[in-house]
């Protein structure tokens, strides 16, 4: 195995060299993958040209798959590519780029803020795999923030006061955030609020991390300013630089993180003008999160 991990920001985000996706991985390729995971929490993946079906393919040997379903307002009838598949792209069905006030535009630019993927279902993501396809000339780099180094610098006060909390997440708040609320009572109905403990713990390494998302709208027991005050301010907290890797991409990367560790957010680009292609396979959490009244010997 020429599997090779070089760590590339101070805290987290390794690069992952000696692997080929286009061909099923080995036990042991496996096995470091989810170790490298476990350890860096990001790993970029350079110069894998894969296809749909390898795509797909390669990320079925990292777990079950979340289809992408109930996250977006497309039908599956309009959907450019399969359920296995989340269209992280600019386009339409036909390849087209979104015109400027269409409604799939304005919802995608949700994810110009943190989040963690799929936060707001009740099985939240454990990887997404996002793969690289056609790139914009400038801008529309992707950010990563380490929840979990967010959570250790947080001083004892501020850790006794949010551990047992449970934070509600849906995609109506995280809209909300950017003025979109053109959605019909079905669109509404569709997007339900999923209950997720603000403090996670990794099920392998049991490193505790902040598990916030722009999805996250409200704090169980909490009046909804005081929640929203708290929540904003962990983000900010969580966010600083110095918790924080920029990845600038190239054609053919494909990067994998772990949304119980990480946040991300895609930044600005000319989406009007130019596509950014990109497909992203989900790996499915391993079940709902336990929540803190439910657990036992939480500190
Ligand atoms: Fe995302």
């Known amino acids: 195995m020429g599997f090779q991990i070089r760590q590339v920001h101070p805290v987290f985000v390794g690069e992952l060299t000696g692997i080929d996706l286009r061909r099923p991985p080995g036990e042991d390729e496996v096995a470091a993958l989810h170790a490298g995971m476990q350890r860096y929490a990001v790993l970029v993946l350079p110069n894998q040209a894969v296809t749909d079906e390898e795509q797909i393919a390669f990320s079925r040997h990292l777990g079950e798959l979340e289809l992408a379903v109930g996250g977006t307002l497309q039908k599956s009838e309009e959907k450019r590519l399969k359920l296995e598949l989340a269209d992280a792209s600019n386009l339409d069905r036909h390849n087209k780029l979104f015109a400027r006030n269409d409604r799939n535009r304005m919802y995608s630019l949700g994810n110009r803020l943190w989040h ?11 990887y997404s795999l996002l793969s690289a396809r056609t ?10 923030a380490d929840m979990r180094a967010a959570y250790d610098a947080l001083d004892a006060d501020m850790k006794a006061l949010i551990n047992d909390l449970v934070c509600e997440h849906s995609l109506v708040y995280s809209r909300q955030q950017i003025g979109f609320d053109d ?20 099920p392998w390494s049991g490193r505790q991390s902040l598990f916030l998302s722009a999805h996250a709208g409200a704090i169980v027991g909490w009046e909804k300013p005081e929640a929203r005050d708290l929540l904003r301010h962990l983000t900010e907290h969580a966010t600083q630089r110095e918790f924080v890797y920029a ?19 895609v930044c600005r680009f000319d989406d009007t003008r130019e596509p950014r292609d990109m497909r992203r396979t989900t790996i499915a959490g391993d079940g709902p999160e336990t929540l803190p009244h439910h657990s036992s010997g939480r500190a």
């Open 135 to 144: 790139l914009p000339s400038a801008g529309g780099n992707t950010e990563f």
């Open 183 to 202: 959605l019909s009572h079905e669109e509404r109905s569709m997007f339900t609020v999923a209950r997720q403990p603000l403090v996670r713990k990794h």
């Open 116 to 126: 963690s993927d799929s936060s707001f279902r009740p099985i939240p993501a454990k």
């Open 247 to 265: 990845h600038a991409w190239r054609l053919n990367d494909l990067v994998i993180w772990d949304n119980r560790q990480t946040m991300h957010r």
